[in-house]
């Protein structure tokens, strides 16, 4: 899973689980601490299923040029499961990434700005095969536009991750489309003296994957159609910016008996040197 974790200019609002092609100044570097616990549950001819899932991700970005920024993520995985009476549990570092991001339109009005990026990485197998990674070196890329006025932010981006083979074993490519609003709640008029700012979130994200393989076998419990959506507030300053959100499935159209997620509760902080 490529981990959400692009930035703005502290005086405005930044998406929660969403990208955004807002830019990081040259030699800007910023240290992203977030925290993300997932619940999946159902039950099949009533025996529970269930599996919790909870991530610290750290996440460092650097603007090389005004344009060209890099980042590096490193989560922490902590998974446990249960079916039926049989529960097990799985803790270590999960899969990182690197990857960078670069601004190829710019347009700048009075109180508004249009950017337009595109992204690309590669995701390293640092994760445990089958426990807390996927033991594959898979790549990813994507195309984002931001449009961000004093008030408000709209950040939409486009997503395709291509996953490799490991060990028999291939999770299925993924196309995502997303996009965030980020609304100015207070203060409601903005001085030389405001120094903080409260926005309120709405982000949608739609995903389709493709089935998995093991053994060169298509798996027909995986892969399938979901829509998310995520609320959220956000607290923000010059130098830090604190959120917190609850992504909830909207549409989960899973192939087979794929276990489906029932939400995400994500809070960060992120600060800027």
Request: glycine share 10%; aromatic share 10%.
């Amino acid at each position: 899973m490529l981990v959400q974790c692009f930035w703005v200019s502290a005086s405005y609002a930044a998406p929660i689980a969403t990208n955004t092609a807002l830019p990081l100044s040259t030699d800007e570097v910023i240290i992203r601490q977030q925290f993300v616990l997932t619940r999946s549950s159902d039950r099949i001819s009533g025996t529970v299923r269930g599996v919790d899932r909870f991530e610290s991700r750290t996440v460092l970005g650097y603007g090389v040029t005004s344009k060209l920024a890099v980042f590096g993520v490193l989560p922490i995985v902590d998974v446990s499961s249960e079916f039926g009476s049989i529960n097990a549990s799985e803790f270590g570092l999960g899969d990182a990434a690197l990857f960078a991001r670069y601004e190829v339109f710019r347009s700048d009005q009075a109180g508004r700005t249009i950017r337009i990026s595109p992204y690309a990485g590669v995701r390293m197998p640092t994760g445990r095969d089958g426990k807390t990674g996927d033991g594959s070196v898979d790549i990813f890329g994507g195309l984002i536009a931001t449009i961000a006025s004093t008030q408000w932010v709209l950040d939409s981006q486009l997503r395709y991750d291509f996953n490799r083979e490991a060990e028999g074993f291939q999770r299925g490519d993924s196309t995502i489309i997303e996009t965030s609003f980020q609304y100015r709640l207070s203060p409601g008029k903005v001085t030389q003296e405001t120094n903080a700012f409260v926005f309120g979130v709405l982000e949608l994200s739609a995903s389709h994957s493709d089935r998995n393989r093991l053994g060169g076998v298509s798996d027909p419990n995986s892969g399938g159609f979901q829509l998310f959506l995520t609320p959220g507030l956000q607290y923000s300053t010059r130098r830090w910016i604190a959120d917190f959100g609850v992504k909830v499935p909207i549409i989960n159209d899973l192939n087979g008996s794929a276990l489906e997620p029932d939400y995400s509760v994500m809070a960060s902080i992120r600060v800027n040197f």
